[in-house]
Structures are given as structure tokens and as C-alpha cells.
């Protein structure tokens, strides 16, 4: 059974930055599938960033963001630690929302329990 807790979320001023963490236990992360979601209030939920693991073919795996976080956002992965991060810097009032890390192991997806980022003057 896969465990993800997530921490890291706050309150912060417009070009603030912060990061949100995302531990993982029962499972490793270095070779799946894993990524952050937001949901802001009354939005669909938006893909922010995502490792894909890849396949034999291509050779490995590769990172995807946003348009709306590229040059501002950063996934990255602690494989020591076992835990998945999401570093942000520039916020801005629009990256208000509640922000889950995610797993996909076979077909079945785990979920943080989400955490809140605010980005208010």
C-alpha cells in the first residue's frame, strides 16, 4: 500500500516562492509515473508538473509542466528520501489552490491529501 503526505503549503505575497513536499512510503518513487495537480476553487483540476518514468524505448523519462508555471515551477525528486517536491518561485494570485501530489503505479493512482498555497497581498 502506497502512502503519499504532503506538507509544505502556506500563505505567501505575490513573487514569493515555496515548496511543497510529498513523502512517499510503500513504495519507490525513482521509476513511476508521479507529478503535482491544483484545484482552485470553482477551476477543473490543472496538471502542473509530472515525471513520466518513460519506457525501454525511449530511453527514460521526461518532465512536463504547465504553460502557465513553466520558468517558475520545478518538480525534482529526493530518491534518498523518497519524496517528490514541487519548488515555486514567482507566484502569483492565480497559483492559489489546493495542490496534490499524485503516483501512478500499474493502473492505479495514489493521491496526497492536499495542501493549501495561497499567494495573497
Known amino acids: 500500500q502506497v502512502q503519499l503526505v504532503q506538507s509544505g503549503g502556506d500563505l505567501v505575497q505575490p513573487g514569493g516562492s515555496l515548496t511543497v513536499s510529498c513523502a512517499a512510503s510503500g513504495r519507490t518513487l525513482s521509476d513511476v509515473d508521479q507529478g503535482w495537480y491544483r484545484q482552485a476553487p470553482g477551476e477543473p483540476r490543472e496538471l502542473v508538473a509530472r515525471?513520466?518514468?518513460?519506457?525501454?524505448?525511449?530511453?527514460?523519462?521526461?518532465?512536463v509542466y504547465a504553460d502557465s508555471v513553466k520558468g517558475r515551477f520545478t518538480i525534482s525528486r529526493d530518491n534518498a528520501k523518497n519524496t517528490l517536491y514541487l519548488q515555486m518561485t514567482n507566484l502569483k494570485q492565480e497559483d492559489t489552490a489546493v495542490y496534490h501530489c499524485y503516483v501512478i503505479i500499474g493502473t492505479t493512482t495514489y493521491w496526497g491529501q492536499g495542501t493549501q498555497v495561497t499567494v495573497s497581498s
Open positions: 515525471f513520466s518514468s518513460g519506457d525501454r524505448f525511449s530511453g527514460g523519462g521526461k518532465i
